[in-house]
């Protein structure tokens, strides 16, 4: 007879459920942070951050009309296909005038 598998939730020995005991003990994450890495840094983790980090050289959106044997070309090489559309013109200006 095959083994058995054991269940997900008793297989991780270094993080048991939580009983009500523990979620009694706990505390907020403003109280406990600035005693283990101090006040400024605790305000830095606990402040709201929202939407994608600012970036040292920020893209610039446009909108392009290309063929659509081109589009396809791109896209068929899976996720990230605008990323190598990018570096593929890139490329080109490296030998060619954009005028």
Known sequence: MAERRKQPTSIDDENPEWTAENFARSRPASE??????GAKVAAEMLRPKRGRPVSANPKEHVNL?????VVAAFRATGRGWQTRLNTALKDWLKDHSPA
């Open 32 to 37: 406990v942070l600035p005693t283990l890495v």
């Open 65 to 69: 009309r290309l063929d659509p044997d």
